[in-house]
């Protein structure tokens, strides 16, 4: 069964510097995708980054940018230039495909981040 | 653009009693999914609705239900309510799979209180 670990439950960072949260997935899939969610105390997920595993490349979107280590099984989301605006809760994520047009995530626990001055 | 919606925002029942949970998908959206959140958790896969049927279940028992509506809206229906379903309940919706990365857009949830 697919599994996402995500072993930092708290994270803190001062505003303007780089912080990397860790990510580590289990799957027996040659193919699958990756994501990073955030999610504010609204309660909304909000995507931030995809990675697929035949990417070559490493995504970044902005900001945000994803470590991903494909044969240590990694996908760690890094944050550059901290804002205060980025204190919230952080999830990785794993497509889990069903069948050929229904798909799933499969959710880490999460990490909480909290920027500070 | 609207994105997803959901409604309503906080409601509190009592056990044994049931509740109807509803969500707009993204517009140009077909596919609706829900997702379980309870405190300090990640969201857990309820089930998933296409072309008005359900696609595919996580591990709910049956007093989770759902419809999916011609104009892809949806409803979240949960029987006898226990304590434990105390949850955020997310829905997401996306374009059926194959046609892009699969990438879901989340509504702000549905905070659910079973006293």
């Known amino acids: 069964a697919q599994k996402i670990t995500q072993t930092q439950p708290g994270m803190f960072v001062q505003e303007k510097e780089a912080v990397t949260l860790d990510c580590t997935y289990d799957?027996?899939?040659?193919?699958?995708?990756l994501f990073w969610y955030k999610q504010p105390s609204s309660g909304e997920m909000i995507f931030l980054i995809y990675q697929g595993s035949y990417d070559e490349q490493n995504a970044t979107e902005g900001r945000y940018s994803l470590n991903f280590q494909k044969a240590r099984k990694s996908a760690n989301l890094v944050i550059s230039a901290s804002q205060l605006g980025d204190s919230a809760m952080y999830f990785c994520?794993?497509?889990?495909?069903?069948?050929?047009?229904?798909?799933?995530?499969?959710f880490g626990t999460g990490t909480r981040l909290q920027v500070f001055p | 653009d609207a994105g997803v919606t959901q409604s309503p925002t906080h409601l509190i029942k009592t056990r044994g009693q049931q509740v109807t949970l509803r969500c707009s998908p993204k517009s140009g959206h077909d596919t609706v999914s829900w997702y379980q959140q309870a405190l300090g958790q990640g969201p857990q896969f309820i089930f998933q609705y296409y072309e008005e049927e359900e696609r595919q279940r996580g591990n709910f028992p049956d007093r989770f239900s759902g419809h999916q509506f011609p104009n892809y809206s949806s409803e979240l229906n949960v029987n006898a309510l226990l304590l434990g379903d105390s949850a955020l309940y997310l829905c997401?919706?996306?374009?059926?799979?194959?046609?892009?990365?699969?990438?879901?857009?989340f509504g702000e949830g549905s905070r659910l209180t079973v006293l």
């Open positions: 994520a794993m497509r889990e495909v069903v069948s050929y047009n229904t798909d799933k995530l499969i």
């Open positions: 997401a919706s996306s374009l059926q799979r194959g046609k892009n990365t699969g990438e879901l857009f």
């Open positions: 799957t027996s899939d040659q193919s699958y995708g």
